[in-house]
């Protein structure tokens, strides 16, 4: 519960921040430069999981061109199989072109617990 709501806090920073109207163009942009942002990050974190021993379940972004700020940002959500058999679950929002993280929200498994 405590994750959506976070999700859902972090999507309205993300999207509450639009002060004018989009063009196709700077969206198309940003869209290219999170896409490849997002696969540079993935293959950085799939390099780091297999030293550590973990394995990635899921990872999926999303993009907005904030109009305001002239930047271009992405939500990325991530979940991981730790080893010990621990999961995570890690949300953040990031420039897609600085890769500067303004928040980010992680949640881990315990073993003494059920959920």
Do not use: P
Not at 32 to 58: H, T
């Amino acid at each position: 519960m405590r994750s959506c709501a976070l999700v859902t806090s972090l999507l309205s920073v993300f999207i509450a921040t639009t002060g004018h109207a989009q063009t196709l163009d700077q969206q198309e942009r940003c869209a290219m430069q999170a896409k490849r942002s997002f696969q540079e990050i993935q293959a950085n974190d799939s390099a780091e999981q297999k030293q550590v021993g973990g394995q990635r379940l899921s990872a999926d972004y999303q993009s907005h061109y904030n109009t305001k700020t002239g930047k271009c940002l992405m939500l990325v959500e991530t979940t991981d199989m730790l080893a010990g058999g621990t999961s995570s679950t890690t949300a953040y929002l990031l420039d897609a072109n600085e890769r500067r993280q303004y928040a980010t929200y992680l949640w881990m498994s315990r073993k003494d617990k059920k959920y």
